[in-house]
């Protein structure tokens, strides 16, 4: 396990970045790619390993798949062209692949058996295929099917109208991708709205979804055309640099075509709201999602107040958000977000340990967290517990620590970044 040592920026942070393409949408291009009928090209697909390991599964499900660099190119055949895998279907990391997987594997008239990693391990399945037991197909697993190793026979399934606790896009899709080949209509209806890559992306693959507010409705038995998926930058990874720029006195950084689909910009909303500043340029969309350029300048930030149908808007950004708010003038108080405790880490529990080693003033609740802000921060011995996330959020830590920083694990921010700190080291030149 690796550990890589950091100091803080003896410059300003400046710069232009072009950030890795989006992960959600780079696993759905495969995943869908891989049972629409044609040939499904993409561009700026995600080399990070959890994408990765999406491809690794589909290929053993018997779908071509040739990736060069960042481009990838499937010779879909239908669902019908999936084959029953001789191997494991190992997911990593990756629990997007896992959940929406399995969704995709509900209508398969085959047995497949899916694992993942050790965060894997502890992560609840039964979110997923309680519905998809519903809908007909079977499943098992530790816990009655709660966790990993999960076996899966598909089949013919029947449409549901699923109400989820919570609200969470990989429940959302993994139900509908279901709900295609099922009898009737499936719909499911969330507390909030999450992100809708598979509603938008589903759309391009030719196939209908009927959305309200916090419901979706897909009529089964549609089929999906080949398609050709631009990946925008993920905003998840902008975030990183956003941060990094708003608290290195004197920075200014630009980020290149960063996706900024509504379902995903709490954190823009959240760092306007604390006084960042940040502005838009070369505003684009594919037709499907929206994108544009970034620059973010240094500014002071002031504490705020983050919760309800804001979570699923920045859940991922949460981590980088707490490190913001400790430079911020005032308290930050971070709520309803309970969904961060069955993340790849629990992450109110890794991000408070790990800042409160630093210096932090923060503290845990039981559905978020509250930070005091403008506190100084030390550079100390860190852990990523093998969480991307956490890993990159302490490298930013690192940039306005005094003295050294390791970070334990910091192998972990290839599943979502690679080259991260290497970029992060260009801006500081
Ligand atoms: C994702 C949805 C989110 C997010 C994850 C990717 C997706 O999870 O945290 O990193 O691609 O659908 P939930 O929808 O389970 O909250």
Do not use: C, P, W
């Given at each position: 396990m690796g550990n890589i040592?950091?100091?803080r920026a003896q410059n300003a942070l400046r710069g232009t970045v072009a950030v890795p393409g989006d992960?959600?949408?780079?696993?759905?291009a495969v995943m869908f790619g891989s049972i629409a009928k044609g040939t499904t090209t993409i561009n700026n697909f995600l080399l990070g390993e959890d994408c990765l390991s999406t491809i690794s599964c589909f290929r053993k499900l018997g779908v071509s798949i040739k990736q060069k660099d960042n481009t990838v190119a499937i010779e879909g055949k239908g669902f019908e062209g999936l084959s029953e895998p001789a191997?494991?279907?190992?997911?990593?990391?990756?629990?997007?692949?896992?959940?929406?997987?399995?969704?995709?594997?509900?209508?398969?008239p085959f047995h497949s058996v899916i694992l993942g990693d050790s965060s894997i391990g502890k992560r609840p399945m039964k979110r997923v295929t309680g519905p998809l037991r519903q809908m007909g197909a079977k499943l098992d697993g530790r816990e009655e099917g709660n966790l990993v190793p999960i076996s899966i026979r598909g089949g013919s399934t029947k449409g549901i109208t699923h109400t989820s606790a919570v609200a969470s896009a990989q429940v959302k899709s993994a139900v509908l991708l279901a709900g295609l080949r099922a009898e009737g209509e499936t719909t499911v209806i969330e507390p909030h709205k999450s992100?809708?890559?598979?509603?938008?992306?589903?759309?391009?693959?030719?196939?209908?979804?009927?959305?309200?507010?916090?419901?979706?409705?897909?009529?089964?038995?549609?089929?999906?055309?080949?398609?050709h998926i631009e990946v925008p930058g993920d905003i998840s990874s902008a975030a990183f640099f956003l941060v990094a720029g708003s608290i290195v006195p004197d920075s200014e950084i630009t980020l290149k075509k960063v996706g900024l689909n509504p379902t995903r910009t709490g954190i823009l909303d959240v760092l306007l709201a604390m006084g960042a500043n940040i502005t838009l340029s070369n505003e684009s969309s594919d037709g499907k999602e929206p994108y544009a350029d970034l620059t973010i300048t240094f500014s002071s930030l002031k504490g705020t107040?983050?919760?309800?149908?804001?979570?699923p808007r920045l859940i991922d950004e949460i981590p980088?958000?707490?490190?913001?708010?400790?430079?911020?003038?005032?308290?930050?108080?971070?709520?309803?977000?309970?969904?961060?405790?069955?993340?790849?880490?629990?992450?109110?529990?890794?991000v408070v340990r790990q800042l409160s080693a630093m210096g932090a003033d923060i503290e845990a609740t039981d559905d978020g967290m509250i930070i005091h802000g403008q506190t100084k921060l030390r550079g100390t011995q860190c852990d990523s517990f093998g969480d991307h996330r956490i890993g990159m959020m302490l490298a930013v830590a690192s940039l306005i620590a005094e003295g050294e920083t390791v970070i334990s694990n910091s192998e972990a921010t290839a599943v979502s970044y690679p080259g991260f700190y290497e970029e992060l080291k260009k801006l500081q030149q």
């Open positions: 040592s950091l100091t992960k959600s949408i780079s696993h759905r191997e494991v279907l190992d997911v990593g990391n990756s629990g997007t692949t896992i959940r929406l997987m399995l969704g995709i594997l509900a209508n398969t992100r809708d890559h598979t509603e938008r992306m589903l759309d391009s693959f030719g196939v209908k979804t009927v959305s309200s507010e916090n419901s979706v409705t897909i009529t089964g038995g549609q089929s999906l055309k080949a398609a107040e983050i919760s309800g149908d804001f979570i980088v958000i707490a490190l913001a708010a400790t430079q911020a003038e005032g308290t930050t108080i971070i709520k309803d977000a309970a969904e961060l405790k069955v993340k790849e880490t629990d992450r109110i529990d890794t």
